[in-house]
């Protein structure tokens, strides 16, 4: 019996044993299980930044890449901005008009417009102007100098609806002005307004057929339109007066302004040239 006991219990011991040892092993398996899974949550967000760190770098070359290209593409130039008369008059000292500067914008003007033989036809004589203004006078001292026997012109025109002297300017304001310069030179002769913001022109003709005037002063358009509605004649017209060397306050001179240059132009075609050529009027310079 005793030696039988011996054996089972030595059997039995060495068998429980391994029973503990097997139920440990799954114990510490399954201890160990969720661990592995925090493990792997930790890692995963380093992963991401793997992730992330390995796309920088593949976008990283693609962005020099361009930076290149922009780089290696010809830039475009920068425009100048062109100059204005105002831009080149601001840094230039003023030169008086001549007849020489009337003369050539006539030719310009009309080069692609007249033939060379009608080209001839507008050329004027030198005959045909009167001193130009040296930037030193006033428009009565400048009329006392070109017209020193208006005292006699004066008494001896007596006919409605035309004028002696004629000053062309560019603007009513302008009118207005040149109207005030004249009180030194016109004594009592009657000089008018020929603008158009301040009397339709019907009422303008009618004005000018009720009494003499002797000096019209006004824009080149509203000149024209009242010689084309027969408002306005050049039958006493002796001196044309162009206000050619006052500058507004982009210093720009009535010929510098397309829609007056073109308007003065016409005014010039519109019969004054012929009477410059037959040595009826002569054109000054202000």
Known sequence: MGDDLGDDWWNHDAEAE???????????????KPEKRKMVTEKSPKAKKKK??????????????????QSTK?????KRKKKTITDVL???????????????LITRYYSDKRSVIELEELKLQNSCFLSSNDLTHTLSSYLKQVCPKWA??????????????????????????????LTAFKGEARAVKLFAKHIKIEEQVKLLQKGITHIGVGTPSRISALINNEGLSLQALRYLVVDWNWRDQKLRRMVDIPEVKLDFLKLLENGVLAACKEDKVKIGLF
């Open 74 to 78: 010809p830039q475009k130039k920068r």
């Open 52 to 69: 992330n760190n390995d796309q920088k770098g593949c976008t990283t070359p693609q962005k020099k890449e361009i930076e290149d290209q």
């Open 90 to 104: 601001a840094t230039s000292e003023p030169k008086p008009g001549c007849a020489a500067d009337l003369q050539d």
């Open 152 to 181: 006699k012109i004066q008494k001896q025109h007596s006919e409605k609806s035309s004028v002696v002297i004629l000053i062309v300017c560019s603007s009513a304001l302008r009118t207005i002005e040149l109207i005030k310069q």
């Open 18 to 32: 391994e029973e503990t040892e097997q139920e440990k092993e799954p114990a510490e398996k399954a201890k160990t």
